[in-house]
């Protein structure tokens, strides 16, 4: 009987990321397995990440020196517990900055002279420059969401829309420019841009609500040629896509937001040249399938994971832990978290109350690692950018996801999401081992090559 040195990882909500007994293989065949590895071979993986915010650094500033030096060496550090490698900041306000600002706040400045990255220098750059001490090969991405509001209708940062007119277009183009621009005289690379956050909410918080029609000439027309005219280097994505609100009344117009959106802007020959991948917010679920069926040479992205009630409970987390691999299993190449800390409750400046991999209580000046923190790690700490997701079959491939590395070594992430044990029979090849999964629980296991 053969014998592999397997690590077998396994999370519960009384016990959390607790090294296994070693396992052995059976005598049984292959035949007896619910969940066998494959050859085949999908997506390269890019990594795993989440959003620098204002609000976040201003919690890990509750924390003492050490505290905070830890929750950072946590999150970034290529040795670390999540070794997050791709994320994303905000172009100006998020829901969770501080106050609602832009870059340029001047009305009528079409040439961009008031542009500045003042306000990012308290909270948002020190944010990004200590996770680069740290993960120097950390991936950047950007979106706003809002224009400044002199270029919407009506002039506010929440709801409405990007006035259509082609002094406002040509203005707006060069504003992503200057933040690219701006950045690098920081000495952070924008790796890419997405030209809205969730291009159909009108919110309360700072949005601006876009056509596909729109994002195919505003990609087209305005902001390709400025980014070629300027030499840049930071793609381009056509991101972020969610899902109406009002989701049944869009299905009634048997549209999708593939059709309205991906579909539409690809469609375009000329914008398509610009158009590097595509990034789907959480809501977008309902439509990446058929993005990456139809367009499998571009990248793909989940941008914003769902963001909870601020409870961080592990009923949630199992939820969560089915979103990432419905993502996986549709072909993204990098998963986004949101907010990676937040202080309890995780209140907005826009009174909703949302979940954190990290809590940091002002009071006790101490954290916790809530249950996504542990449903990130299952995935982000053995998988690397470089990894190849490869197939899984079985009862309960449904459950799983595997990554194959550069040496070998297969990395299968599960879930046991039911409220009895389970008996997991994992085979590759001839191979088959016996594992008895925890209720509700989430396992990481290191096979290696």
């Given at each position: ?10 999370s519960?909500e ?5 090294e ?25 993986f890019?990594?795993?990440g ?10 890990l ?7 905070r ?6 999150l970034?550090h ?5 070794r997050l ?14 106050d609602?600002?832009?870059h340029?706040?001047t009305?009528?400045d ?17 944010y ?7 993960n ?5 991405f ?5 224009p ?11 709801y ?13 183009a060069l504003?992503f420019?200057k933040?690219?621009q701006?950045y690098a ?21 700072p ?13 087209r027309?305005?902001l ?6 300027h030499?840049l280097?930071?793609e ?14 869009w ?11 991906a ?9 398509y ?7 789907y ?8 399938q ?9 990248r793909?992205?989940q ?7 601020g ?13 990432y691999q419905h ?9 986004v ?17 949302q ?14 690692r ?14 690397s ?24 070594t297969?990395?299968?992430v ?6 009895e ?12 081992y016996?594992?008895r ?7 990481t ?5």
């Amino acid at each position: 009987m053969n014998e592999h040195k397997l690590r077998w990882i396994a999370s519960t909500e009384q016990r959390r990321w607790l090294e296994q007994a070693a396992v052995t293989a059976t005598a049984a065949t292959a035949a007896t397995a619910n969940l066998t590895i494959t050859d085949r071979e999908h997506q390269t993986f890019e990594g795993f990440g989440g959003c620098f915010n204002e609000l976040g650094h201003v919690a890990l500033g509750r924390l003492p020196a050490e505290e905070r030096d830890q929750v950072m060496h946590d999150l970034f550090h290529p040795e670390g517990e999540h070794r997050l490698s791709v994320c994303r900041l905000p172009i100006g306000a998020s829901d969770y900055a501080l106050d609602w600002y832009s870059h340029n706040e001047t009305d009528g400045d079409t040439a961009m002279e008031h542009f500045s990255v003042e306000r990012d220098r308290k909270h948002l750059i020190p944010y990004i420059k200590e996770a680069l001490k740290l993960n120097p090969e950390l991936v950047l991405f950007a979106s706003p969401w809002s224009p400044p509001t002199w270029m919407k209708f009506p002039k506010a940062y929440n709801y409405g829309t990007l006035r259509w007119e082609k002094d406002i277009l040509e203005a707006y183009a060069l504003y992503f420019v200057k933040f690219v621009q701006a950045y690098a005289e920081e000495g952070i690379t924008i790796h890419q841009v997405h030209v809205q956050n969730e291009v159909v909410a009108d919110q309360k918080f700072p949005s601006c609500v876009w056509t596909g029609q729109q994002l195919r000439e505003f990609i087209r027309d305005y902001l390709g040629p400025a980014f070629e005219r300027h030499g840049l280097d930071t793609e381009i994505w056509l991101g972020t896509i969610n899902a109406p609100e009002a989701w049944d009344e869009w299905l009634k117009k048997k549209a999708t937001d593939f059709d309205g959106y991906a579909g539409t802007v690809l469609g375009d020959p000329e914008a398509y040249k610009y158009i590097k991948g595509v990034g789907y917010q959480w809501a977008g679920k309902y439509g990446i399938q058929r993005a990456v069926q139809s367009y499998p040479e571009l990248r793909y992205m989940q941008t914003e994971n769902e963001c909870g009630d601020g409870e961080n409970t592990w009923f949630y987390a199992k939820y969560i832990f089915s979103l990432y691999q419905h993502y996986l299993f549709n072909g993204v190449h990098a998963y986004v978290y949101w907010n990676m800390v937040l202080e309890p409750k995780g209140r907005s400046t826009w009174g909703w109350e949302q979940n954190a991999m990290v809590t940091v209580d002002p009071a006790t000046r101490q954290y916790v690692r809530n249950p996504e923190y542990y449903v990130m790690k299952h995935y982000a700490h053995f998988v690397s950018p470089g990894d190849i997701r490869i197939g899984l079959q079985g009862p309960w491939s449904g459950h799983a996801s595997a990554f194959l590395k550069p040496d070998g070594t297969k990395i299968i992430v599960l879930s046991n999401p039911y409220p009895e044990e389970k008996e997991l029979r994992l085979s590759c090849g001839s191979v088959v081992y016996n594992f008895r999964l925890e209720p509700e629980s989430f396992h990481t296991i290191v096979w290696p090559g």
